[in-house]
């Protein structure tokens, strides 16, 4: 039988939560919900017959208001009673009416859908900083229960961070918990360095550093042989391997005598056990502006944070969820590792980013492995959403045809909603695709204005996207616009119309198809990674 797929939904995760995640089907779950980043979020979330559902509505901001919505969502949180009401109740009356405090009624419901989808044996980790991490402690005590706390993690994200009134803050918090006493746990470790292995004078020869052991463990025990010659043990002591052990650590020049000839075997820093990983984390470097791995999203975290977490909190073929999936970071890695994943973001600018990142990553056969559930799918739900929200109608049009949404600035945007880069040829310059995507009404002007935005831009190819069929006269204005000439030889039209019953269907621009990379950042291809689990030292055979 198939395995089933991956999941990546777009929408509100406490609908997507409350609809189509199953109790305890979660081994795994990450979240680093935004705080603070002055960020809009809207949703939308549309059913496959186009019929709206009540989660189709501007769902939060990111600046944290408290208004009329977050004391209802308060309210219908304390009535239901239990420590999760006790808890948000004491918050009310200590922060009031605050940005804080509608952060947390937010938060609320959802950890409590969390709780009810993660696995008996199941972790979770809320990332956050300092600002909120006491709060969302206290929280998730009240939702798992204090008994259930693991571990305050301490991530240092960056380095030399000045400030003139105060320390420097460099460190984010992971909140540690498990639904139940026992849970999957990979104990993390480092490989032993010259640095930890410290302790112990340390030699070298051809197979790398080591340090000398005893070969004798408590207990009288007989003698041994060491290259043809017998060696009692010390009084009180016994030989730790038989002869055919000390046969096969001599042959492979694990022994060694010292200049009163008693043997002592090489202990290999290599084969030392790992140096556990506590809860201060300096060795996770935060991504720089020349990172390989980044992707220029705001709020993208290290990959090595993702498999520390992964690899120790759970296993091969468990299921991870992260309900904040931003960029993609944890489900690139859940996939990477052999994890089941669900992912949820609520901008179809980020779906669209992810479903790249899996392909650059892992091929394009990647996508027959997963569902997107909550984008359009047919004219129907298209246009549900560009009557709800205009630009995520956009992101989700862009997304299509592999293009990226424009910077958008207040004022003007130029015409320009999206673009797309590519190269033709050895020089090393990007070529330019420019996108206008309309969800009206459409006419001729502004397929003309759209050829003026590429003589300005000096744009190669220019694309406009819209609903209703092109007109003759559109169709004109778009042909007399002429064909781009390719270095090849091969030409293209320079200016084309594509609706949106078109790109359902498959097609796309017509433009040279190879080196796409230009347009976003090209996501590594993705490596199996080697888990930091506990290294075994070699055994002694009894």
């Not at 997507?16 to 990450?30: G, H």
């Not at 003698?223 to 009692?232: A, H, Q």
């Not at 650590?249 to 030392?272: A, F, H, N, V």
């Amino acid at each position: 039988m198939a395995s089933e797929k991956n999941k990546l939904y777009y929408g509100d995760n406490l609908d997507v939560l409350q609809r189509y995640v199953k109790d305890e089907s979660v081994d795994l779950i990450y979240l680093d919900p935004p705080f603070n980043s002055r960020q809009d979020y809207n949703v939308l979330f549309a059913e496959k017959d186009g019929s709206q559902s009540s989660s189709q509505i501007h769902a939060f901001e990111d600046t944290w208001e408290w208004n009329i919505e977050a004391e209802r969502t308060l309210e219908q949180i304390i009535e239901k009673g239990g420590r999760v009401a006790d808890a948000l109740r004491s918050f009310r009356t200590f922060l009031g009416g605050s940005d804080m405090m509608a952060y947390l009624a937010m938060m609320a419901p959802r950890l409590v859908e969390l709780r009810r989808v993660l696995k008996e044996t199941g972790s979770i980790y809320l990332h956050c900083d300092p600002t909120a991490s006491h709060y969302l402690k206290i929280l998730m005590d009240a939702v798992f229960g204090p008994q259930f706390f693991r571990n305050e993690v301490v991530w240092e994200r960056t380095t030399g961070r000045k400030s003139g009134k105060q320390y420097g803050r460099v460190h984010d918090i992971l909140l540690f918990f498990s639904r139940g006493e026992k849970t999957s746990w990979n104990p993390p470790a480092k490989p032993q360095t010259e640095a930890t292995a410290k302790g112990h004078d340390l030699l070298r020869d051809e197979g790398g550093l080591y340090r000398l052991s005893d070969l004798t463990g408590a207990g009288q025990g007989p003698p041994r042989v060491f290259d043809g010659k017998t060696i009692d043990p010390p009084h009180g002591r016994h030989w730790a391997f038989d002869q055919e052990g000390l046969d096969r650590l001599w042959s492979e020049g694990r022994i060694t005598k010292s200049r009163r000839g008693k043997p002592r075997m090489k202990t290999y820093i290599k084969d030392l056990a790992g140096v556990a990983i506590r809860d201060i984390w300096t060795d996770i470097r935060p991504l720089n502006s020349a990172a390989a791995e980044r992707l220029g999203y705001d709020t993208q975290k290290p990959e090595a944070l993702l498999e520390r977490i992964i690899n120790a909190s759970s296993n091969e073929r468990d299921m991870v969820l992260d309900p904040f999936c931003g960029c993609g970071t944890t489900v690139q890695v859940a996939q990477r590792l052999n994890r089941r994943w669900i992912g949820i973001d609520i901008t179809h600018l980020a779906i669209g980013l992810i479903k790249k990142r899996l392909s650059d990553a892992f091929g394009p056969e990647i996508r027959s492995t997963y569902d997107v559930i909550g984008e359009p799918t047919d004219y129907a739900g298209a246009a549900a959403l560009a009557a709800e929200n205009k630009y995520q109608f956009q992101w989700w049009a862009l997304g299509q045809v592999g293009a990226r949404p424009a910077e958008q600035k207040k004022g003007a945007d130029r015409g320009i909603d999206g673009r797309l880069y590519f190269h033709d040829d050895d020089s090393g310059h990007s070529k330019q695709i420019i996108f206008s995507v309309k969800a009206g009404s459409v006419s001729v002007p502004q397929v003309r204005d759209l050829e003026g935005v590429l003589d300005h831009e000096k744009a190669q190819i220019g694309v406009f996207i819209c609903f209703e069929e092109p007109t003759r006269p559109m169709l004109r204005q778009a042909a007399e616009a002429g064909l781009y000439k390719s270095s090849d030889g091969t030409t293209y039209p320079k200016l084309q119309i594509l609706t949106v019953e078109q790109i359902l269907k498959g097609k796309q621009p017509e433009y040279p198809l190879h080196r796409r990379d230009a347009t976003f950042k090209k996501a590594p291809r993705s490596r199996p990674a080697v888990a930091e689990n506990l290294i075994l030292p070699l055994l002694p055979r009894e």
